[in-house]
C-alpha cells in the first residue's frame, strides 16, 4: 500500500535478506538506563517496546561493548549476556519492528564512559579534551588489535544468538576503528597506520571476523562519519573510498552521521539536514543501503532526503526522543501532532550522555519516566489560571488540561515567551516549530482559553480559580548603575535579535559574554557589523562552559572577526565611547557606534510570591520565574505542575 501522505518514507525497504517495513531507522544513542554492569533492566526493556511501537521500520536503542566495560550501556562480552539482550530483542519484535544491536567500542573516548584502560591507535586524543583532562589513549599492540577484532566478532554472534536480525558496526563518532582512520589520531608506523589502505585495516577485519562467525548472510552493517569535524580528521574524499571498501568486504548497509562526540556541539549550528550532501556521496558510489541522518527532524524533510537520492533509508536518533511515535505519526498523516526537537543538546547530551546519566529529553518530560503514571482525568475538575506563555506556561496549561481541568492562559505578547527571541537566529530556527506546536495544541483543547492580557496579582486574586500557575520569565538585566545607560546608542539584546531595532553604525559592543551574548554577536556579525564581546567574568562564556551550546559558540566565535574582551566591567557610555573598569579599577576606554546589553536574565518571583502569601489556592511558581536556568527546566518544571492540579 503506497502512504498517502510520504510514499517514500514508507515504502518496504532491505538491510541485507531482512525485510523492513518502512525507511525510517531508530538510530542508536544509547539511553544509559542498563545497570553499571551492562546488564539489561526492566526500564530498558520498556524503553525498546516504546521505540518500536513508534512506527519505525529498524531499531536501534543503546549499543553493546565487545569487551568488559562499567558503564549503564550493554555487554556482549559474555554468553551469560545473551539472556538479557533477548529481552530487548523481542520486546522490539513483538511490538513491530526488526531488532537491530550495536557494536561499539568508545576507544579514546572510553575514559567518559568509566573505563580505566583508554585504548586507541596511537597516543592522541583532541585536543580541547586533552586540555579538559581526558586521559590519553594507550597505543595498542598488534596482539591486541588482533583480540579486539576476535572479539568484535563473537559479541555479533552473541547478539544474533539473541535473536537480533541486524547488527551494526560503531566506526564513527570517535569510536576505535575511528581512531584507526583518522590521520590526525593514528600515527602509525605499523600495517595499521600510514596509508588508507593501512588505517582502514582495523575496520576490514573486524567485519571480516564478524560476517565469519555470524555467516555470510547475516546482515552486517557499519557506521560511518561523513566527516569527523576535527582538525586533520577524517573526510569526505576518504571516506567514499572506506564506503567502498566495506561494501567489498560484505557489509549490509552503511550508516552515515557527522562528526565525533568531541565535536558534536557544532550540530546546534548546523541547518536541518545539513549531511545530505555528503550522504549523497555516499550512496551514489555504493550499492548497499545508505541511511541518511543528522539533523533529521520532521516527515517532510525525510521524505525529500528520500525523494532526492541522499539515501536509502533515515536514520532518526534525537527526533524519536522527542516523540518515539514519530514514524506512527507521520503514517497517519498527524505529522502537526509531533513533538518536535528543537535541537539544543540540552537532555539527551549534556545531562545525559556527557552527564553519565540516563538520556532525557528538553520537549519531552514524560521520556523513559516509567514510574510516573499517564496523565489521567481528575475527579474533580478545577479552574486553573497559568500566568505566562512560555514554554513553562504552554507545558503547565496543557498537562493541567489533560487531567479534565479548565484552564485560562494569560501571555500579555502572544504564545512564545522568551522563545520568541530564542529562535531568531537562523540555527535556532527549530524553535519556531516548537511555538507553532503550542499554539496549535493550546488552540484545539476545548478546556483551554487563550487571553492576551497582560495580568496583575489582583486581577488573579479577584478571579474564581482553584489553583495558580506562574510563568512569567526571566526578566532582563539593564544595568540601571551604569552611567549613561539609558543613551539612544544602547539596545537590549532581545531586540536586536529580533530584528526590532535598526542598530546604528559599523562598530558594536556587546555587553555579556554568556549564550545570548554569543547569539547576539554572532547575528551582529552577520548583519556586517564589527563586534566586540566585554564579559565581566575572567572566562568568556565561564558559566556555561561544559555546555554543548557553549562549546559551539565559542568555537564559531574563534573563528569570525569577533573580538572577545574579558575581565572587564562597564562603567560608562557617552559619546561613542565607553569606559571599561578591570578588577584592579584600571580604565580602558573602547569606542563603539552602539552597545547592545546581553548581560543575562533574573527571576521574577515576586508574582507568585505575592499570590502565594494572598491567596487561598496552590500556586506554583515554574521556569525562569523561579531560577533562571535553561529551558529543559521550564519544559519539565511546567509538566510537573500542570500533572499535579
Known sequence: MVNAYYPNLFKKGHIGNVEIKNRIVRNSMGTYLGNPDGTVTDRQIKAYAEAADGGAGLVFMDNATPVPMASCGLRADLDTHIAGLSLLADAIKSHGAVPGMQLAHPGRDAGFVGS?????????????????????????????????????????????????????????AGCIPTNFLSPHDNHRTDMYGGSLENRMRLLLEIIADMKQKCGPNFPIGVKLSTE?????????????????????????????????????????????????????????????????????????????????????????????LADPAWAKKAQNGLADDITPCINCLIGCTDRGLLANRPISCTVNPTLYKYECPPITPTQTPKNVVVIGGGPAGCEAALAAARRGNHVTLYEKREIGGAMIEASAPENKADIRRLIAYYKRHLDNNKNIDVVQKNVTTEDILNENCDAAIVAVGGRERTLNNVNGINSDMVFSAMSVLTHDVNVPGESVAVIGGGITGSETALELVRMGKQVTIVEMADQFLSNRSTSSAAQAYAVAISQSTIKVLTSLRLEKVADGQLTLVDKFGNEQLLKT???????????????????????????????????????????????????QI
Open 593 to 643: 557606534d552602539a552597545v547592545v546589553l546581553a548581560a543575562g536574565f533574573d527571576a521574577q518571583p515576586q508574582f507568585a510570591n505575592t499570590l502565594d502569601d494572598n491567596a487561598n489556592i496552590p500556586v506554583y511558581n515554574v521556569g525562569d520565574a523561579k531560577r533562571v536556568r535553561d529551558i529543559y527546566d521550564a519544559v519539565h518544571e511546567g509538566f510537573v505542575a500542570g500533572r
Open 116 to 172: 580505566a584502560d583508554v585504548i586507541g591507535a596511537s597516543a592522541i586524543t583532541f585536543e580541547p579534551w586533552y586540555q579538559a583532562g581526558a586521559k590519553l589513549p594507550r597505543p595498542l599492540s598488534i596482539d591486541e588489535i588482533h583480540d579486539l577484532v576476535h572479539k568484535f566478532g563473537d559479541a555479533a554472534l552473541r547478539c544474533k544468538r539473541a535473536g537480533f536480525e541486524v547488527v551494526e558496526l560503531h566506526a564513527a
Open 228 to 320: 569527523d569535524c576535527e582538525p586533520e580528521g577524517i573526510r569526505i574524499d576518504e571516506t567514499v573510498q572506506v564506503a567502498k571498501a566495506v561494501e567489498k568486504a560484505g557489509a549490509s548497509h552503511i550508516n552515515l552521521i557527522s562528526g565525533t562526540h568531541a565535536t558534536a556541539a557544532m550540530e546546534i549550528l548546523q541547518p536541518d539536514g545539513f549531511n545530505a550532501n555528503m550522504t549523497k556521496r555516499i550512496k551514489d558510489a555504493v550499492s548497499i543501503p545508505v541511511f541518511a541522518g543528522h539533523n533529521v527532524f520532521t516527515p517532510e524533510l525525510a521524505e525529500k532526503m528520500l525523494s532526492d537520492g541522499d539515501g536509502d533509508f533515515v536514520a532518526l536518533g534525537r527526533a524519536s
